[in-house]
């Protein structure tokens, strides 16, 4: 029997599990990861307990089903996430930056007009979100660094303690700023705009590109199977054909959209980039994001808002509505379609009436309405409206957000009948490498899906909803460029 284990590095934690050539789910770990935040922006982590989450999450995994032997593994990344490390050695210089960080701000109002060159070039905004401000703004402070110091993104440095690769997947190379969205090579212009030496970045590879092997988990096993976290989730719900689309509810939440066989760039404010190339053939997608989502679950605990995820529906069951509360979880800065990352979060409408149910169901009318916002604007640039959007991540199982999200993108928004969408994603893909399943087999038909929930708000009010939820977060775009 063939046995993949898939490996979903993510923001808070690394996740695990070992899946054969149908789908079935036979190992599962999870494991966290330690983030830490300060107050001038910065977002990091250690890369070593990164590397450490990896093998003990696959470990863990293996163990769950009996050690298993395994065909393959498989990798999701981060995406924007940075390390500096030595070639030689594999050291790490420094923590690694994380996708969240905002500290490259003044680096993207540094290159000035060049932005627009940039974007012309890579389709995308001048964000401190991608990977290249973040270089910029690392290099120089790398104090004793070692000579052959390089700034990749998590997955290169990952892969390298695998198996010894110093590449990259195709999907993670075009959310950097750096690569030519027709060509997906790396952009001359946009290196010397950011002051980024070519022989300091990885080779480009295929995401069904065998890599090497590895003996972290036992044996002397394949590394085939890597892609940009969100990617991952696209191809694993299935979104195969142009339009489709799907959200993903994570630390953040990530919206794509299936753009096609050809790239395209947005006129509503969104990331084009690769989804994925496969079998030598290229589907790119359109991606939208919003910040703090788990995040702002995460902080409405750590402020004594919330005792658990698990009260979310609790609470919102008490109430019909926000009574007047408005809540903009910029608490990371806005993304798509804003792009103001100096941003901050924004909540109005207090009263002395206002009780934690309110606040809890004004946190989720504001996830919801940046998503439904996304799904706008993907609509837009696709010509098309949006049929059903597919979901997946912890906060999907919050009923309570469903219906809000249903209800604020006027479509019918279906749940993922699994917790592990970018990890089958990964399996996916690797099972297919191996030849193990047919290219024009996916594991998402196996898979019974859940009942649609579908919207109960009329459209009028969804749009009263989202105009006055606009409206502040406005308020706080304009506080931002003053």
């Known amino acids: 029997m063939t046995f993949v284990l898939a490996l979903d590095q993510g923001t808070s934690a690394t996740k695990a599990i070992v899946v054969d050539a149908d789908g079935k789910i036979h190992g599962v770990a999870e494991v966290p990861v330690r983030v830490v935040a300060d107050i001038a922006g910065g977002v990091e982590v250690n890369p070593e307990e990164l590397l450490q989450s990896v093998i003990d999450a696959g ?31 594999g050291v790490v210089q420094h923590n690694a930056i994380v996708w969240q960080d905002r500290r490259s701000v003044d680096v993207c109002r540094g290159i000035g007009d060049r932005a627009a060159e940039v974007e012309r070039i890579t389709g ?3 964000d401190p979100y991608f990977v290249a401000p973040k270089i910029a703004w690392l290099a120089p402070r790398l104090d004793n660094a070692a000579a052959d110091t390089v700034i990749t993104t998590s997955d290169v440095w990952l892969l390298n303690q695998l198996c010894g690769t110093f590449s990259t997947d195709v999907s993670t190379a075009s959310r950097t700023l750096l690569t030519d969205l027709d060509s997906l090579q790396w952009s001359s212009t946009c290196l010397e705009i950011f002051g980024i030496d070519v022989s300091n970045l990885p080779a480009i590879h295929d995401n069904d590109a065998l890599l090497g092997s590895t003996t972290r988990f036992g044996g002397n096993v394949p590394v085939v199977g890597t892609c940009v976290d969100q990617q991952a989730a696209l191809f694993a719900e ?24 050809l790239p395209r760039r947005s006129n509503a404010g969104l990331t084009p980039c690769a989804a994925w190339r496969l ?71 207090l009263t002395m009436s206002t009780t934690r149910a309110h606040l809890v169901r004004a946190t989720l009318v504001g996830i919801a309405a940046q998503v439904a916002l996304l799904t706008r604007a993907a609509t837009q640039d696709l010509a098309g409206s949006a049929q059903v959007l597919k979901v997946d991540g912890g906060l999907t199982r919050s009923a309570s957000l469903l219906q809000l999200q249903a209800d604020l993108a006027q479509c019918p928004v279906q749940p993922y009948p699994s917790p592990h969408a970018t990890a089958l994603g990964i399996a996916e ?13 996916h594991l998402s038909s196996a898979l019974q899906r859940l009942d649609p929930v579908e919207p109960k708000m009329s459209s009028d009010e969804a749009e009263s909803v989202l105009a006055n939820w606009s409206a502040v977060a406005e308020q706080s775009i304009r506080e931002a460029r003053a």
Not at 308 to 326: K, Q, R
Request: aromatic share 6%; hydrophobic share 45%.
């Open 429 to 441: 893909m690797s099972l297919h490498a191996l030849g193990a399943l047919p290219r024009d087999v």
């Open 124 to 126: 995308m905004t001048v």
């Open 238 to 261: 299935g979104c195969h054909a142009i339009g489709e689309m799907k959200c993903t509810y994570g630390t953040g939440a990530f919206l794509l959209a299936n753009a096609g066989t």
């Open 59 to 89: 470990h863990q995994a293996l163990a769950a089903c009996g050690n298993p032997p395994l065909s393959a593994v498989g990798l999701a990344n981060q995406g924007e996430t940075i390390v500096a490390w030595s070639r030689s050695t």
């Open 279 to 349: 079998a030598g053939k290229t589907s790119w997608c359109l991606d939208g994001q919003v910040y703090t989502v788990g995040s702002a679950v995460s902080w409405l605990m750590e402020i004594g808002v919330l005792n658990s995820p698990e009260e979310i529906d609790v609470l919102c069951a008490t109430v019909t509505d926000t009574n007047g509360a408005i809540f903009v979880p910029a608490l990371a800065g806005l993304a798509a379609p804003w792009w103001q990352p100096t941003a901050t979060g924004r909540l109005v409408g």
